[in-house]
């Protein structure tokens, strides 16, 4: 049981000499991270490793319930992906690109991985994170690959089919919309600043609070309206958490969307493979040599149920080829490139599968 204590003051001088061991066992971990950093330099290994990360994070979590910890695993989560970020950064400063601009939901999800301390490249369009890759002028890029209320991607999809990069992590995130400003009260706001769709999905919370009425003013971003609330003090802001953090927008309500189960995935690109994990996910490009011919499909997709490899998603996109109109499927699936059923099957159909990438199955942790 942890020691009691009786007055504010104690508790405050407990905390701080917490707070000292703590720093002090961080930066001893931050010299191992530093020799870890010297030795993957020499040779050439990858310094994001989201299966040893989530391995971390299991242990830690089934040392808290053991001990009967106040952290959930949701909290160590939070805390240690931090402690990693900053990690990496000692290890191997390393740029990350992402579909900008600043504050928009690609950003936090990015920052929900590199932490604040990483370089982040914003830019404009899909096709540039691509670019930036190939160019090795980021290491990893961010970028969404389908939302659960308005489906996949294209864009990423087909860019994935012609590129090198490889997907080495996903990250789920529940679309949570802020309403932030410096108004005093929420009586003296005369405008509020969103994206046009942004005003739609939270019209029950503009409707409840009595600001249906307001002057609403589209802009291009979340982001731009926190900037332009952020030097309004009149003026309110639909944006995203991140974007009100980063232009220092008070946030006066959080979650104001009417739909509450809007989830985006996006994927982390870079150009390594990760070892398995034991919970991995992997995704194929099947292109079909005998697309046209009835149920070659179903054909192909039953050698996946006969090794007992469980689909997650499959989705056809249009080919593009030069020699007619066609189809080729994106498929997700359980398990590991390197596991011996998926190693039979890609076997297989070398010639019609394209490998993605596998990694840490996303929506389990």
Known sequence: MSEKYETLDECREAIDAIDNEVLRLLNKRMEVVHRVGEIKNQSGGAIYRPEREKAIIERLNAISQQENGLLNKSAIEAIFLEIFAVARNLERPEKVAYLGPEGTFTHQAAESRFGAMSEYISLNTIEAVFKELEAKRAKFGVVPIENSRDGVVGETLDLLARSEAKIVAEVYMPIHISFATKAKSIKNIKRIYSKDKGFGECREFLTEYGLMNVEQIPVESTAKAAILAAEDEEAAAICSHIAAKLYGLPILFENIEDVHDNTTRFVILSDFKNAPSGEDKTSILAKLKDANEAGS?????????????????????????????????????????DDENIEEVVRKHEEEITWLGSYVNGDKT
């Open 297 to 337: 499909l179903v054909h192909f997709l039953s050698d996946f149920d006969k090794a007992k490899i469980n689909l997650s998603k499959i989705e056809s996109r249009p080919s593009r080829d030069k020699d007619g109109f066609g189809y080729w499927f994106f498929i997700d699936f359980y398990g590991h490139i």
